[in-house]
């Protein structure tokens, strides 16, 4: 068997442990890079990127539809069509740009590719099963990047008509009659982009409302718009399982009725499971937290020189999360002093409109036991929400009312992704509500809002 040694040994190539190999190898670490498919991981090749160039065709579709019905702002196209294989072929693309990009970098950096699968023999030591035989490396420091996969539901398991999100992806025609259980992440980015595709689309989630992780005041728009799109959301119901033709799901509402829905294809998005199993990793003597690897606040584990990142250790399981910690791993194996703060890791959900929540929720920043205040300002009296012809959500900051500290921010609206640095760098700065309030901020543009949501904060926003 051929042998190799290194410093560095990562396995997985996602977000969490290619951006941990490049930064290694910058920092002069010798590093092997195990990966067992594609490189990029979840994130470029059946999550964020596909998910967002799906989301992209269908909101430009969408749009032009619009156009077409009602020659809104005077405009007026032909009737639009979606060739849907182009529209898939034409992600496929950016997914292949991008992952033969992570190559690149990862070459240029230094560092050694290993194509396969590991299976892990002790803290310093993998197996790799590659097409050309078995290979063995040995590491002074071996980073865990394995990261998740979806969960499954077991009264519907994938398969058939039952998709995963990463099935989802590979359709090759928008179904007529979509079923997406979970009104989560996922299902909601998903839903909304196939029902904007011209799918019919039915949510079911079994929380009493959607996007159950953020505050109803948040998710309100999400929720009208999804009216308006023609979604039908079922909330407080489970899916039970199909039917014994497999056409028809069986949901069940919490109160005990029972109803049957129809649909070609049922998505499955009820959260992701960490990977875990089949690779040997029950051979070191790690410390889980439920079912994520435990770590400190530099990502070590449990066991000296064996360290873990991304998905593989908890939420929020999202890729900007996974890279800050591969960075700061290849930092600390290099003996530099560094420490994760999750304080102002935004969150983003792609949805329609986009929220963006960064920080404390007014719930959270009330259960701290100090003081909290908050002020909102709607994108109805923002003038460029209004010359984009959208002016549903608003920006909302959270503050210490004792000394005006910024909290947490949340927006929701059009286009409001675009915020989430600021926002971020605001929390992470420690700004308070005249920092921002004080910052001129240009015009005509959707981040005004936030500078009068702060001057609301001080009492005296000047647009409202
Ligand atoms: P992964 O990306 O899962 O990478 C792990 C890698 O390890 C994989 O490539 C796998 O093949 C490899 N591997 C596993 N075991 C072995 C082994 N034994 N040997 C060799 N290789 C192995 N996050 C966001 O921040 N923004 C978004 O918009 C967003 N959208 C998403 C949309 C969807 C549909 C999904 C599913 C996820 C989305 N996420 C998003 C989440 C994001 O994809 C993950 O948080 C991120 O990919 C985690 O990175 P990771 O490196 O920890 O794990
Ligand atoms: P999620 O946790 O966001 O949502 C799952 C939803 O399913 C929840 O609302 C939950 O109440 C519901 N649910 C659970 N069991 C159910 C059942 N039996 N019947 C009906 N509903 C049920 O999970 P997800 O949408 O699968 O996404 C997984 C993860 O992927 C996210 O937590 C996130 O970390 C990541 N992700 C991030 C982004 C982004 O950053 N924009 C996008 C997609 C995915």
């Given at each position: 068997?051929?042998?190799?040694?290194?410093?560095?040994?990562?396995?997985?190539?996602?977000?969490?442990?290619?951006?941990?190999?490049?930064?290694?190898?910058?920092?002069?670490?010798?590093?092997?890079?195990?990966?067992?498919?594609?490189?990029?991981?979840?994130?470029?090749?059946?999550?964020?990127?596909?998910?967002?160039?799906?989301?992209?065709?269908?909101?430009?579709?969408?749009?032009?539809?619009?156009?077409?019905?009602?020659?809104?702002?005077?405009?007026?196209?032909?009737?639009?069509?979606?060739?849907?294989?182009?529209?898939?072929?034409?992600?496929?693309?950016?997914?292949?740009?991008?992952?033969?990009?992570?190559?690149?970098?990862?070459?240029?950096?230094?560092?050694?590719?290993?194509?396969?699968?590991?299976?892990?023999?002790?803290?310093?030591?993998?197996?790799?099963?590659?097409?050309?035989?078995?290979m063995r490396i040995r590491a002074?420091?071996?980073?865990?990047?394995?990261?998740?996969?979806?969960?499954?539901?077991?009264?519907?398991?994938?398969?058939?008509?039952?998709?995963?999100?990463?099935?989802?992806?590979?359709?090759?025609?928008?179904?007529?009659?979509?079923?997406?259980?979970?009104?989560?992440?996922?299902?909601?980015?998903?839903?909304?982009?196939?029902?904007?595709?011209?799918?019919?689309?039915?949510?079911?989630?079994?929380?009493?409302?959607?996007?159950?992780?953020?505050?109803?005041?948040?998710?309100?728009?999400?929720?009208?718009?999804?009216?308006?799109?023609?979604?039908?959301?079922?909330?407080?119901?489970?899916?039970?399982?199909?039917?014994?033709?497999?056409?028809?799901?069986?949901?069940?509402?919490?109160?005990?009725?029972?109803?049957?829905?129809?649909?070609?294809?049922?998505?499955?998005?009820?959260?992701?499971?960490?990977?875990?199993?089949?690779?040997?990793?029950?051979?070191?003597?790690?410390?889980?937290?439920?079912?994520?690897?435990?770590?400190?606040?530099?990502?070590?584990?449990?066991?000296?020189?064996?360290?873990?990142?991304?998905?593989?250790?908890?939420?929020?399981?999202?890729?900007?999360?996974?890279?800050?910690?591969?960075?700061?791993?290849?930092?600390?194996?290099?003996?530099?002093?560094?420490?994760?703060?999750?304080?102002?890791i935004a969150t983003i959900c792609?949805?329609?409109?986009?929220?963006?929540?960064?920080?404390?929720?007014?719930?959270?920043?009330?259960?701290?036991?100090?003081?909290?205040?908050?002020?909102?300002?709607?994108?109805?009296?923002?003038?460029?929400?209004?010359?984009?012809?959208?002016?549903?959500?608003?920006?909302?900051?959270?503050?210490?009312?004792?000394?005006?500290?910024?909290?947490?921010?949340?927006?929701?609206?059009?286009?409001?992704?675009?915020?989430?640095?600021?926002?971020?760098?605001?929390?992470?700065?420690?700004?308070?509500?005249?920092?921002?309030?004080?910052?001129?901020?240009?015009?005509?543009?959707?981040?005004?809002?936030?500078?009068?949501?702060?001057?609301?904060?001080?009492?005296?926003?000047?647009?409202?």
């Amino acid at each position: 068997m051929d042998e190799i040694a290194a410093k560095v040994l990562v396995i997985g190539g996602g977000p969490a442990g290619y951006v941990c190999a490049i930064r290694a190898g910058q920092l002069g670490l010798e590093t092997v890079l195990v990966e067992q498919a594609e490189f990029g991981g979840t994130c470029l090749n059946v999550g964020c990127i596909p998910s967002k160039a799906l989301i992209h065709v269908a909101d430009a579709f969408h749009a032009a539809q619009g156009h077409a019905g009602s020659g809104a702002f005077g405009l007026s196209v032909g009737s639009a069509s979606l060739d849907f294989a182009k529209t898939i072929a034409w992600k496929d693309s950016i997914v292949g740009r991008l992952t033969g990009g992570v190559k690149s970098l990862l070459k240029k950096s230094s560092v050694r590719i290993v194509e396969g699968r590991a299976t892990i023999e002790d803290g310093k030591t993998c197996i790799v099963s590659t097409s050309r035989g078995d290979m063995r490396i040995r590491a002074e420091h071996l980073v865990l990047a394995t990261g998740s996969e979806p969960a499954a539901l077991s009264a519907l398991p994938f398969g058939g008509s039952v998709l995963s999100s990463t099935d989802v992806l590979t359709l090759t025609a928008v179904p007529q009659h979509l079923v997406v259980v979970g009104a989560g992440y996922i299902g909601l980015e998903l839903g909304t982009a196939f029902a904007k595709m011209g799918a019919q689309v039915t949510v079911v989630e079994a929380a009493e409302r959607i996007l159950p992780a953020w505050d109803e005041e948040l998710t309100r728009p999400v929720a009208k718009r999804l009216g308006s799109l023609g979604v039908e959301v079922r909330t407080a119901n489970f899916a039970q399982g199909l039917t014994d033709d497999g056409s028809t799901l069986t949901v069940k509402h919490v109160n005990g009725d029972v109803s049957l829905l129809a649909a070609d294809n049922i998505l499955v998005a009820v959260g992701r499971k960490p990977r875990t199993q089949g690779f040997g990793l029950e051979r070191l003597d790690l410390a889980f937290d439920g079912p994520f690897v435990a770590i400190d606040r530099r990502c070590a584990t449990s066991m000296r020189h064996v360290w873990a990142i991304g998905d593989l250790t908890g939420e929020p399981m999202l890729a900007h999360r996974a890279m800050a910690q591969g960075k700061l791993v290849a930092e600390v194996i290099a003996g530099q002093r560094r420490e994760f703060d999750h304080r102002a890791i935004a969150t983003i959900c792609f949805t329609d409109p986009e929220i963006v929540t960064v920080g404390l929720l007014p719930e959270q920043a009330k259960a701290s036991n100090v003081s909290v205040a908050t002020a909102r300002f709607p994108f109805a009296a923002n003038g460029r929400a209004l010359t984009q012809g959208d002016e549903l959500g608003f920006i909302r900051v959270v503050t210490r009312a004792d000394n005006d500290l910024v909290l947490g921010i949340q927006a929701v609206g059009a286009g409001v992704s675009e915020l989430a640095a600021g926002f971020a760098l605001a929390l992470e700065m420690g700004a308070t509500v005249e920092d921002i309030a004080g910052t001129i901020h240009a015009h005509p543009t959707r981040s005004e809002a936030f500078q009068e949501a702060a001057l609301g904060a001080s009492g005296y926003a000047l647009h409202i």
